[in-house]
């Protein structure tokens, strides 16, 4: 009688969103979603009863979490600035400098269901607030704060694209680099 391997779920998550964030939802297919994770379709299935669905919903909310620890700096350091650059140094690990696709992209292009692009957006928009809440205490209006957290993500994902376009990580360190200033420049220009 053979023995029964248990896969853990962190991992499964992590190997489902490499295929999401190559693929995007659409493009994901059944057999790369089992080839990636090292399931037969129907332990799969078992895993995730309602499919695909199920395993996009599962990864992002694992992503949540994961991202949830990269953002955390930006309440937790009492100097705002220090807080904005170790997220920074935290999504350059989680990017790995620029050279992976963000999956919250590559999750709401056609063909994902609206839970999941609504799942996704609720995780962009906590990283906008978490973005908007350090720049507001750096001393930011609530307005200059938002438009501070909305550039900044504009940057960000831009980069991201382009880093990988051109092969070219410095474009994505680059802005990460930028981000204190961005984020927190009146406690910089004390």
């Known amino acids: 009688m053979g023995r029964t391997t248990s896969v ?7 190997r489902l969103a490499e295929v999401f964030r ?15 994770v090292g399931l037969q379709r129907a332990s799969l ?10 395993m996009a919903a599962a990864m992002l909310t694992s992503l949540e979490a994961r991202f949830g620890e990269v953002l955390q700096p930006l309440a937790s350091e009492s100097d705002v600035a220090e807080g904005v650059a170790e997220m920074a140094r935290r999504m350059a690990l989680f990017y790995d400098d620029g050279r992976m696709a963000c999956v919250l992209d590559t999750m709401t292009l056609l063909g994902a269901p609206e839970d999941i692009r609504a799942h996704a957006g609720r995780l962009a928009r906590t ?27 504009v940057r960000i994902e831009g980069a991201l694209v382009v880093a990988r376009v051109l092969d070219d990580p410095s ?6 680099g930028e981000l204190p200033d961005l ?8």
């Open 22 to 36: 190559v693929n995007g939802y659409a493009g994901a297919s059944l057999s790369d979603l089992s080839r990636a």
């Open 127 to 153: 990283w906008l607030q978490a973005m908007a809440d350090a720049a507001a205490r750096a001393g930011a209006s609530e307005q200059d704060a938002q438009n501070r957290a909305r550039a900044a993500l």
């Open 45 to 54: 299935y078992h895993r995730f009863p309602d499919g695909k669905p199920a």
């Open 183 to 190: 984020l927190a420049p009146d406690l910089l220009a004390r």
């Open 171 to 176: 474009v994505f360190e680059q802005v990460l």
């Open 8 to 14: 853990d779920d962190e991992r499964i998550h992590a």
